[in-house]
Structure formats: C-alpha cells, structure tokens
C-alpha cells in the first residue's frame, strides 16, 4: 500500500502533504487511513518500525502517525532514529499508543514526538492534531527557509559591501570583520578575532603617545551605548602605513557595537582636484577681470590725461609767478608762501589721479577688508568724473547714510561699480540726454546693500534683455563686451545678485547687491 511516487517539488510547493501511518495491525491502519483519506494528504503507510524508517527516509513526510507497540524495532526507537537523523529530524511525529501510563506518554515527547493520541481514538480528534501539526510543520519549514535566505542573503552583503565592517562585542573584542575590513586595515581574521580592537592600534596615529581605550571613537559605543562618527580619521593599517577613513560606530541592542568604516582616500583626492580646478578657475577669471580694468583704464586714457593735464598746467603757472614773484625786490614771503601752498595742492590732485588709476589697475591680493560703500562709491565717481567731463555727463549720488561696512575685496566692487557707470554714462550721451545725468544710488535692502546706477539713456533693446550679460554682446562700435559679464562674473562669485529693469521714464537701471556679514 505504500507509495513512494509523489515528487519532492510537489511536496515542497505545499501542493500535498505527505503522511505516514505507522500501525502493525492491519485493521487500525485501514482505519486511521479512511480517517485521513479525505484530508488532503498523500497518505503513506507502514506496518513495522523498519519500513516506517524506511520510507520516512526516501519521502521525508512531514507527519508520521506513529504506533508504539510493535514487533521489531518499537515506536520510541523509530522516532528516535528519525530524529538522530539531521535528514528525517524535523518531521512532526504523533504517537497512537492504547498505554494510557503517563510515562508512556512522556517518553513519547522525550524521544521527540509532537503531541500523543489515545486509542482507541476519535476521528475527529485525529483530522484535527494532524491537521494543526502539519499547519505548524508547514510553518516551522517556511520559517526555516526564510531565516536560511535572510542569513545567506546578509552573509552576502556582509562579503560583497566596500564598507569595512567590525564587530565588537560589550568589551570591544572583536567578534566579527568582513573582508573589506581586512582590505583596509591589512589584518586576517584570524590574527584578530577574539582580540580586543584596541591591540590593533588601529586609532593610534601618533607613534610617540599611547592611546587609551576611551579615547577610541568605538569605545563610546560598546561601553557607553551611543552612536559616534567622524567624517575624516585616520586608520593604522598592519604595515604601519595610514588610511583616512570616515567611520560610524553604532551600539548593539544585545551589547557591544557595529563599527563600520569606508576609505576615503580616492574621494579626498578628487576633492583636491576639484579645489585645484576651481583655485585656477578663480586665478583666471581675475587675470580677465584684470585685463578688463587694464582696457578700461586705456579707455580712459585721453580723460586721464585731461584730468592730469589740468593741474600741471596750473602748477607750470603758479611757479612762472612764483619765478616772477621772486624777481620782485620787494616780494612778500607771504605772498610766496600762498603760491607754494598752491603748487602743493595741484600737484596733489595730480598724484591722486594718478594714484586712483594705479590702485584701480592693479592685480587684487583676494584680501577682503572692511569697507564703507559710499566711500568706496564716491572713489568710483570721481575716477569716472575723468569721462563725465568728455560726455558732458555729469554723476549724482544719492547714498544711504548709517550703511553697515563691508568686508569686500575693493577693486573688484570698483570695478562693477566703474563699470556700470561709464556703460550709463555712455547710454546717456548716446541719448543726447545728458541734462538728466546718470544717478548713483545706495540703498540697504533685507542683509544686503544694494548699488542702482540710473540713467535716462538709449535703454535696452526689447527682445536683447537675454544678451546684454553675454561676453562680446556690445551695441557700441568701440565696445568689447565684455564689462557686464565680468561684473556678473564677480558679483556671482561673492553670492550677490546683478541684473537691471527698464526706466519706464526711458533709460536702464542697473543694480547688484553686497552681502552684510
Ligand atoms: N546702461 C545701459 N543702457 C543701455 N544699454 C546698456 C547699458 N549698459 C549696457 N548696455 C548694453 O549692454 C551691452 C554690453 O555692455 P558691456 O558693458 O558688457 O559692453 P560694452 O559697454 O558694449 O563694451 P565694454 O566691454 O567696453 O564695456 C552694451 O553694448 C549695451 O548695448
Ligand atoms: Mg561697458
């Protein structure tokens, strides 16, 4: 009557379940049989304990009805020898036994069997144990299978992760290191498991200073209980040669701590790159805006020479009087005296203009110092005087008193500022509008002080609000271009916002704005 054909998958899909009757009297085995037969099972059965092993061997049933007495081998030995079996020891076994002694009974469950059923038995009674066992074996076995796949799948994780990770147990002795781990630090399992993390001198860096185990960032974590970590350590690896490392140690719920550790030496190195690219970046994009200034001042050379002109014609008069004054018999050293004092301030005014020009052209240090904006403001306008007086466009100022100083680098605030004007400037003449002049104006808006250059000029173009920042977008026949996207150039470099808006009374108004730190 056995069966031996069910296939294991089928079995193993939970399709149907396979149970063996173990019974040596015919009778109760026919009758357990029509018991079950309408169960749902693939029922198997057995008349002796030696065919019982037999069978529960090569069909790994997942129930056995099992009677005890009987000749040859007994119940209490089959099952015994089930479970010494790792194959067979997992099938739920029900004894059928008509010993109503208890310790029958409790050999039954000290041998490994799941539940005892009387004879002789109730039907229903038998459907319903084998029913729930078999619901607990099929639960059991799916439990199994998941923490197999849930262990297998963190083994996994655990081998194949570029982190380093350690375990540690409540004294810091190290229960566990993944291979990454052994990567970075240049030590075997076997040369640490069991050692206390702290022999590794893995946090000793200095070779002159013993490090303390508190001092050690795990040590927050499996003797304190708190998560510790730090974006950038240093690790001794074996060979005595140093690994930075951003580590995070993190307290276990069963004692002891996670610590887990990732080399970051390839990430610093194109950290340094990127800070070298964006260092030469800057380098270049002040050599433009030096140029620019170097342009500028070109640009401004006739009116410099205007503007420097002037007092040394006024100084080649004031000494031809002087040369006469002396001539005089009866000079006054008074009167000598006033004409020096006068020499004195042209030459002064002289060198200023000079001065300014220098100081506006030169290479910026990147020293950012504190600045009163309408000083700076005020320098601006008076360099730009030197073209006000050729366009016949005259600057106004309108400051915000009580502004906060700036940390600024100047002449690049200079520069935007220059720049600004002279492109108002020219839009007036351009317009022939030059009785209204151009409009400076500071203003301190939210946590930034905001520089407008108004005019009443040419405007922009509909349609070219989009260009006017782009290099080499010029409307002038002298033109480059290039003054408002090296002024966007510096304003975004600082953070600051720069753009302009139409004057509904014709004209642009230009502004940027300076952070207040
Ligand atoms: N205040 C303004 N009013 C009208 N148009 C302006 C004004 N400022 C700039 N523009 C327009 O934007 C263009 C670009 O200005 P930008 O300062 O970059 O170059 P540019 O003045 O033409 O030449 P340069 O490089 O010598 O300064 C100008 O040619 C002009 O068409
Ligand atoms: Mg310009």
């Known amino acids: 009557m056995s069966d031996l054909s069910i296939p294991q998958a089928e079995q193993e899909k939970g399709v149907l379940e396979h149970v063996l009757l173990v019974d040596d009297n015919p009778v109760n085995l026919k009758i357990l049989y029509k018991t079950l037969s309408n169960g749902g099972y693939k029922l198997l059965t057995a008349e002796d304990g030696e065919t019982a092993v037999q069978i529960a061997q090569q069909t790994k049933p997942s129930l056995i009805l099992l009677d005890i007495m009987m000749p040859g081998i007994d ?59 078999i619901k607990i074996h099929r639960l059991e076995r799916q439990l199994a299978r998941r923490n197999f796949e849930l262990e297998s799948e963190n083994h996994q994780i655990f081998n194949a992760v570029s982190e380093g990770i350690i375990g540690l147990d409540k004294d810091g002795r190290i229960t566990m290191l993944n291979p990454s781990a052994m990567v970075i630090c240049g030590w075997a399992v076997a040369d640490c498991l069991g050692e206390q993390l702290t022999a590794l001198r893995l946090f000793e860096v200095d070779e002159t200073v013993k490090m303390q185990e508190h001092e050690t960032l795990p040590y927050l974590s499996y003797r304190m209980g708190q998560s510790a970590h730090s974006d950038m350590k240093l690790i001794r690896r074996r060979d005595n040669t140093f690994l930075p490392i951003a580590i995070t140690s993190t307290p276990r719920a ?49 009116g410099i020479a205007h503007e420097v002109n002037q007092p040394l014609t006024a100084i080649s008069n004031y000494s031809r009087v002087a040369r006469r004054l002396l001539e005089r018999e009866n000079f006054q050293h008074q009167q000598l005296a006033e004409l020096l004092d006068k020499l004195n301030v042209q ?32 320098e601006v306008i008076v360099l730009a005087e030197v073209d006000s007086r050729i366009n016949d466009v005259s600057v106004h100022f309108e400051p915000q008193l009580d502004l906060p100083a700036l940390h600024l ?4 605030i200079q520069q935007v500022t220059l720049n600004l004007i002279r492109n108002a400037m020219e839009a007036t003449a351009m317009a022939n509008s030059s009785a209204q002049g151009v409009m400076v104006k500071t203003e301190r808006q939210g946590n930034a002080v905001f520089i407008r250059v108004i005019d009443h000029g040419v ?35 600082q953070g600051g916002t720069i753009g302009f808006e139409h004057n509904p009374k014709g004209g642009a108004s230009f502004y940027f704005s300076l952070a207040i730190t």
């Open 409 to 412: 680098d100047v002449v690049q």
């Open 347 to 378: 030459s002064e005014r002289a060198s200023e203009v000079i001065h300014r020009m220098r100081s506006y052209v030169k290479k910026p240090n990147g020293v950012l110092s504190e600045v009163d904006v309408n000083e700076m403001v005020m």
């Open 254 to 302: 069963e004692g002891g701590a996670v610590v887990v550790f990732r080399d970051i030496s390839e990430w610093l190195d194109s950290e340094e790159a990127l800070r070298i690219a964006r260092q030469e970046l800057e380098s270049q994009r002040q050599n433009i805006a030096h140029m620019e200034r170097l342009n500028t001042t070109g640009a401004m050379a006739a």
């Open 75 to 133: 119940g209490y030995e089959v099952c015994e020898i089930l479970k010494n079996n790792p194959d067979t020891a997992d099938i739920a076994i029900i004894f059928l036994s008509a010993l109503e002694i208890s310790s029958a009974k409790v050999k039954a469950f000290a041998v490994g069997g799941v539940d005892y059923i009387s004879k002789p038995f109730q039907a229903d009674e038998v459907v319903a144990r084998v029913r729930n066992h």
């Open 459 to 493: 405007g922009i173009a509909e349609g070219k609000e989009d260009q006017v920042f782009n290099p080499f977008y010029t409307t002038k026949t002298n033109g480059m271009g290039i003054g408002l996207s090296i002024c966007q150039s510096i304003i975004q470099a």
